[in-house]
């Protein structure tokens, strides 16, 4: 097999892997949702309550927690501050919405201790790159007339960017660890098994790194 063939052909399984992983991530919360997203918080508080004990718990007084009809995903908005929720998660009582809510007033933690990792505009260009590579790709290839050194070029792009989303989701991780030990110490996710406990807040991780799929026009087309 010619060396330079099988150097393109690494670099764009790489590519693939890079581009499917939000896919990936996305399937995983979907079937998590299936299987558990039903379940109702036994404590019977919402998202918003949620996030509002969990900012209480930790001290932050100063983070309102609002509702949200336009917002694309839920976020934390360091510049008011104030974490937005869209409509469901903000009165939902499932056990699903008071992860997602808790994830983010853990990530309002994170901003009390000077943990920042600039979430809310690395999201925002994760949705801009998940609804503009489709259209890169092709555009790419046909610019390029095929030639190896453009699909490998691509696919370096995609990488790094893979890359440095999974250094971002380290932040996530650790808002949502803060979120449920505040939780945990407020008695909300008594009553409830680990696994349904486990399943929600690995939902609610899963959904930041699902982002560059789960809000673009490719999913709309194909889910």
């Not at 004990?53 to 509702?67: A, K, M, P």
């Not at 934390?76 to 808790?102: H, Q, T």
């Not at 259209?135 to 007339?145: G, N, W, Y």
């Not at 971002?168 to 407020?186: F, I, M, N, S, Y």
Request: proline share 4%; with cysteine; charged share 20%.
């Amino acid at each position: 097999m010619n060396p330079e063939f099988k150097l393109l052909l690494l670099f764009c399984l790489a590519g693939i892997f890079a581009l499917g992983l939000p896919w990936l991530a996305w399937r995983r919360v979907k079937s998590l949702e299936k299987k558990y997203g039903r379940i109702l918080l036994v404590r019977g508080v919402t998202g918003a309550q949620a996030a509002r004990i969990v900012l209480l718990r930790g001290e932050v007084s100063q983070v309102d927690v609002d509702e949200s009809d336009i917002a694309i995903t839920d976020f934390y908005s360091a510049f008011e501050p104030a974490i937005k929720l869209s409509s469901g998660v903000y009165s939902g009582k499932r056990l699903f919405d008071v992860a997602r809510a808790a994830r983010l007033a853990g990530h309002a933690l994170q901003h009390r201790d000077r943990k920042l990792g600039g979430l809310a505009s690395w999201d925002s260009f994760m949705i801009f790159w998940g609804n503009a590579w489709p259209i890169l790709l092709p555009l790419t290839v046909i610019v390029s007339k095929g030639r190896p050194w453009a699909l490998i070029s691509f696919a370096l792009v995609a990488g790094a960017i893979a890359i440095i989303h999974l250094l971002k989701h380290t932040h996530v991780q650790d808002a949502a660890r803060r979120g449920r030990r505040e939780l945990d110490g407020a008695k909300l996710l008594d009553g409830h098994p680990e696994k349904e406990v486990e399943a929600a807040f690995l939902a609610a991780r899963l959904d930041h790194m699902a982002l560059p799929y789960s809000k673009t026009w490719l999913r709309l087309l194909f889910s």
